[in-house]
């Protein structure tokens, strides 16, 4: 069964430094997001992207934060520079789009900011 | 936009008994409402999901309930097992009408079947 893979499984780095998390969505899914859950909390989107370009944000992803499909397979996140409160898991998703159901959660990347 | 609330925040049943989760959404337009499972350090899975033009729905020892009038909506196990012990999330599309797209989660019931 294909799977979303993410990589690293985790991250640490200091405070400041510059982050880049990546993904290999599902390869005939359409739409990718990235999602973070603080240790112990709820799932929270961050983004979604759709043909080449982002398609909703949220207030969490300020300008910090960008994203980027280098090539027809990646899709990376990249924290410009990191904070504390960036520490949480950060888990890549896709989906064929629309009304057409079910969200594919890749393993998670951990990050810590120390 | 969408406001999701789960109850409770925590769950404790005997192996074999019943378990059921709630969420309440804020949005009438909300048209999906899919359940998520977590298991300790894993992935969210998609385990049961509804959508607004039926009331209920069911899956072997899993069943999603919704009432569109009182805006909530319930995950039901029956017959719980040991494996059943996860972290559960409620969720609801961020933009009705966008179907899985961007979703809200609730907060969360951490499930734990005693032997």
């Known amino acids: 069964e294909p799977e979303v893979t993410q990589t690293p499984s985790h991250q640490v780095t200091q405070m400041g430094q510059e982050v880049i998390l990546r993904c290999v969505p599902i390869?005939?899914?359409?739409?990718f997001y990235w999602y973070r859950q603080i240790l112990g909390q709820k799932v929270e989107f961050l983004v979604s992207?759709?043909?080449?370009?982002?398609?909703?944000k949220s207030e969490i992803f300020d300008d910090q934060f960008s994203v980027e499909r280098p090539d027809g397979s990646n899709f990376t996140l990249k924290i410009r520079s990191t904070k504390l409160e960036d520490s949480a898991m950060y888990f890549c998703?896709?989906?064929?789009?629309?009304?057409?159901?079910?969200?594919?959660f890749g393993e998670g990347s951990r990050l810590t900011v120390l | 936009g969408e406001n999701v609330e789960q109850h409770p925040s925590t769950l404790s049943v005997q192996e074999g008994d019943s378990a059921v989760i709630k969420c309440t959404y804020s949005?009438?337009?909300?048209?999906?409402f899919p359940w998520y499972k977590q298991e300790l350090g894993k992935r969210p899975q998609l385990i049961i999901d509804?959508?607004?033009?039926?009331g209920e729905k069911k899956d072997q020892r899993i069943a999603v309930t919704l009432n569109k009038t009182a805006k909530h909506f319930s995950l039901h196990i029956t017959e719980t097992q040991p494996e059943d012990s996860a972290v559960y999330f409620c969720?609801?599309?961020?933009?009705?009408?966008?179907?899985?797209?961007?979703?809200?989660f609730g907060q969360g019931t951490r499930l734990t079947i005693n032997p």
């Open positions: 992207f759709y043909n080449n370009e982002i398609s909703e």
């Open positions: 969720a609801a599309p961020k933009r009705p009408g966008q179907g899985a797209q961007k979703l809200v």
């Open positions: 998703a896709s989906n064929r789009g629309g009304d057409t159901g079910e969200l594919f």
């Open positions: 390869s005939n899914h359409l739409y």
């Open positions: 949005d009438s337009a909300s048209n999906y």
């Open positions: 509804i959508r607004s033009n039926v």
